[in-house]
């Protein structure tokens, strides 16, 4: 095999749309490509070998923010012990500030941006001369009508073992300043009905679980309509055989024909991951995020007293000018309206994003390393961004598992951010770790919390066995293709 595609995973069951894009629109080159996935954790000497087995003359690698290191780690590996292979990298971690990057120097060649045109191109030269002059080349973008789609690329085991990611669209319109999609200035559908068709084909192939990667999936209302009623007519034909459909929807932007779509799907087979990230107006201004708040919060409650849609919502701590104060008043609010899951997470400086314009005023100090997690900033110190971390991470484990269902309300009282504040620097002094706590620790660790703030021994090992009986969730009524997590909140 001349070319191989290549790629570290963060996890076995995440199948990778870039190289199964990439591949597809190989051209004539397509026989003699193929792609192999790792996950990162692996050996790297054991990548190396798997790889040169298949004596390849070209490797490309998709590099990313969780996979940078290792990667880094495999190609100079690679250049030591066969320096006749071309390394070629793509991927966001190396589409800006390019040249600084240890892992270029080590590569012959890197394609920034957008890799299924300039690829092949690269790789013909590479094959069949004249050898490309220049080292970094500059992806072309190409109209989305020309691309051949991946889809019938995912093979029978990750149809049956692995998430399926999709897109009916790339790229967003807005320009929120720590994102990465900020830099496309816009979106670009794929024509719909040729979409469509390919999911219908993973479908019939055995598909139930499809996750959008489309930035904002309810831009355009009508394209939504018709990706959302493609599933409800699955459902309506095989009751018994859900499908589970996960978007990222913007959330201020939820127009009643989109609403009455909605409400026709049932328990277990949508999923919406919405972003907040802030619902402070200073922060948002300084970020350069449009978002009308109150709209946002009444969407977010009407799907969650309305829909079954299982609602995963993001914030970011650590943004230029947000307090502790202020994101813990944006936490309350949001837990409030009773989301599934609060995804808490830490601002990371993704290379290229516009956010670095604060760096100075707002004395940003990021990780130099991957992910490039914010440490301090002028409003917090490094020691309270490490307790916020420590929340995220204790937050995960005991709210957003749905484990503690019943316990989690009275932990949180009228105060959820400070109570849970107080909750994870003391279940942090009690064990010194933020890993590897066992469940049955973990429901032990809650209960002498509970009683450490007045709570009886019985009351609070009864609070805790009312969640804590059913340890493995309950079969759901019906059949889901939700995966456990949504399982254990829809109980
Ligand atoms: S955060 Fe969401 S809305 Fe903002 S630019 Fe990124 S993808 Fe678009």
Excluded at 68 to 74: C, D, F, G, Q, S
Excluded at 191 to 219: H, I, P, S
Excluded at 235 to 261: C, K, N, W
Excluded at 428 to 433: G, L, N, R, S, V
Aim: glycine content about 6%; aromatic content about 10%.
């Amino acid at each position: 095999m001349s070319i191989i595609l290549s790629t570290l995973n963060a996890r076995y069951t995440h199948a990778s749309l870039g190289l199964r894009y990439l591949q597809a629109n190989m051209g004539d080159l397509q026989p003699q490509t193929e792609i192999m996935e790792f996950v990162i954790g692996g050996k790297t000497t054991e990548f190396a070998e798997r790889l040169l087995a298949k004596k390849p003359k070209i490797i490309g690698f998709g590099v990313y923010i969780w996979n940078v290191e290792e990667t880094a780690r495999l190609v100079a590996l690679l250049k030591r012990v066969a320096p006749e292979v071309k390394i070629i990298l793509g991927g966001p971690e190396v589409s800006y500030e390019t040249a600084e990057q240890a892992i270029v120097k080590e590569a012959d060649f890197v394609i920034t941006g957008w890799g299924e045109v300039t690829l092949p191109d690269l790789c013909r030269q590479i094959l069949n001369g004249p050898q490309p002059l220049m080292k970094i080349h500059v992806g072309v973008q190409a109209k989305l009508d020309d691309l051949q789609l991946p889809y019938q690329l995912y093979t029978d085991d990750d149809i049956k073992n692995r998430t399926l990611y999709v897109e009916a669209s790339r790229g967003c319109p807005f320009k929120c300043e720590f994102c990465l999609s900020a830099l496309d200035k816009t979106a670009w559908p794929f024509e719909l009905e040729r979409f469509l068709a390919e999911m219908e084909t993973l479908y019939q192939r055995g598909a139930r679980l499809f996750k959008f990667v489309d930035r904002t999936f309810n831009l355009n209302i009508k394209t939504s309509l018709r990706i959302m009623q493609f599933f409800l007519d699955k459902i309506a034909a095989h009751p018994d055989d859900p499908v589970f459909a996960h978007f990222e929807v913007v959330p201020d932007h939820l127009p009643e024909a989109l609403r009455e779509s909605i409400l026709k799907f049932p328990p277990g087979a949508l999923q919406f991951e919405i972003g907040i990230q802030s619902f402070n107006p200073e922060v948002q201004t300084l970020v350069s995020r449009k978002q009308n708040n109150d709209k946002a919060a009444d969407n977010i409650r009407w799907l969650v007293e309305h829909s079954h849609a299982h609602m995963h919502v993001d914030l970011i701590a650590g943004l230029p000018g947000e307090t502790v104060e202020s994101f813990g008043a944006g936490f309350d609010h949001l837990y409030a309206l009773r989301p599934h899951e609060i995804q808490f997470g830490i601002l990371k400086r993704l290379r290229g994003t516009p956010i670095i314009r604060h760096t100075d005023e707002f004395a940003m100090k990021y990780d130099p390393f991957p992910p490039y997690t914010i440490l301090a900033n002028r409003d917090i110190d490094f020691t309270t961004m490490q307790r916020l971390v420590r929340f995220a991470r204790y937050w995960d484990l005991v709210a957003n598992s749905g484990r503690f269902a019943h316990t989690l309300p009275v932990m949180l009282g009228d105060a959820p951010f400070a109570r849970f504040m107080a909750f994870s620097d003391w279940i942090y002094a009690h064990t010194d770790a933020t890993h590897r706590i066992a469940l049955d620790r973990l429901a032990r660790l809650v209960c002498q919390w509970l009683q450490g703030q007045g709570m009886g021994a019985d009351e609070a090992e009864a609070l805790i066995n009312s969640d804590y009986a059913g340890k493995q969730p309950k079969v759901a009524d019906k059949k889901t293709s939700a995966p456990q997590r949504q399982q254990m909140h829809l109980n």
